[in-house]
């Protein structure tokens, strides 16, 4: 099995930040033309929390899954796991309007249907949850479980991103920077290396030096919701310490407690 999963690896590993996948200036400009979202004032003006619609995207497809960990679990399945906790957290928590977006398909247009589902549904907040990896120049090879694999123990750590070009910019940002504080008060540092010259085309301005929001304009979960929207990057399956802390118990619970801490801070001060 050992040149089949290698082969399955290497694919992967270049495309190992599919996660981000970016609107390219066509379909932005197209955008503004024709599916400008319009700002719908009653979004987050107020949050009354059995009412509150959280949608908690799960990312990437079983198709198309995302990063592949350190010792090759795809990216989905950590996504899929720690989305339904958050989900169940919230709900447990009195924001029963909270539901779990589970998508399928290909890359691309599984975006699209996300954005569909969650403007549809009208949501308030939408969420995606991810795990990190790192660029494929930084990658390094290790064996595990008979297999060439891949690794990268050089960065750990959770990050927010926010884009701009969302209409409820303003209430993202606080909502991202208040899951970032909640993550930092569980002992959680987030990963700093979004602003360094090794990330090449994924690297990010730097919004909140404290607890970790950055900024990503073009991501399409973030720029054509109509609703404010957050993408969660939970941790780093590529480090190998770090991913096994991604099964941890101990750390679900921190990452789901700390949203639902933010989300009910965010609607105390509404
Ligand atoms: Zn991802």
Same mark, same amino acid.
């Given at each position: 099995?050992?040149?089949? /999963? ?40 107020? +949050? ?12 990437? $497809?079983? #198709? ?33 309007? $909270?539901?779990? @977006? ?5 890359? /691309? ?9 969650? !403007?549809?549904? &009208?949501? #308030? ?10 660029? #494929?120049?930084?990658?390094? $090879? ?5 297999? =060439?694999?891949?690794?990268? #123990? &050089? ?15 303003? $209430? ?10 909640? @993550? ?8 700093? %290396? ?8 994924? /690297?990010? %301005?730097?919004?909140? =030096? ?28 590529? !480090? /190998?310490?770090? *991913?096994? *802390?991604? !099964? ?15 989300? &009910?801070?965010? +609607?105390?001060?509404?």
């Amino acid at each position: 099995m050992g040149q089949p /999963r290698s082969i399955i690896a290497g694919l992967v590993a270049s495309i190992l930040l599919s996660s981000l996948v970016l609107v390219d200036a066509v379909d932005a400009a197209a955008a503004r033309k024709i599916a400008r979202p319009r700002p719908k004032p009653s979004s987050a003006a107020k +949050c009354e929390m059995p009412k509150f619609r959280i949608v908690v995207d799960v990312g990437h $497809t079983p #198709d198309s899954y995302g990063a592949l960990s350190a010792r090759n679990d795809p990216e989905f399945g950590f996504n899929f796991r720690l989305a339904r906790l958050i989900t169940a957290k919230l709900k447990s928590e009195g924001f029963a309007a $909270t539901r779990l @977006l589970v998508t399928d398909g290909k890359a /691309r247009p599984s975006l699209f249907k996300r954005v569909g589902a969650a !403007n549809e549904g &009208r949501a #308030d907040l939408f969420l995606s949850v991810h795990h990190d990896s790192v660029p #494929d120049k930084l990658l390094e $090879t290790w064996e595990f479980d008979g297999a =060439k694999s891949y690794f990268s #123990d &050089r960065f750990s750590g959770h990050s927010l991103f926010v884009s701009r070009q969302n209409p409820h910019f303003a $209430t993202s940002l606080m909502l991202a920077r208040m899951i970032g504080w909640q @993550l930092k008060q569980q002992g959680l540092h987030y990963a700093s %290396q979004y602003t360094l010259p090794v990330m090449g085309r994924y /690297r990010r %301005q730097l919004l909140d =030096k404290d607890v970790g929001v950055y900024r990503y304009d073009g991501l399409v979960v973030l720029s054509r919701t109509r609703s404010a929207a957050v993408l969660l990057e939970a941790g780093s399956i590529i !480090n /190998r310490d770090e *991913e096994m *802390e991604m !099964n941890s118990p101990e750390r679900h619970e921190a990452v789901a407690g700390a949203v639902a801490a933010a989300m &009910r801070e965010f +609607c105390e001060k509404r």
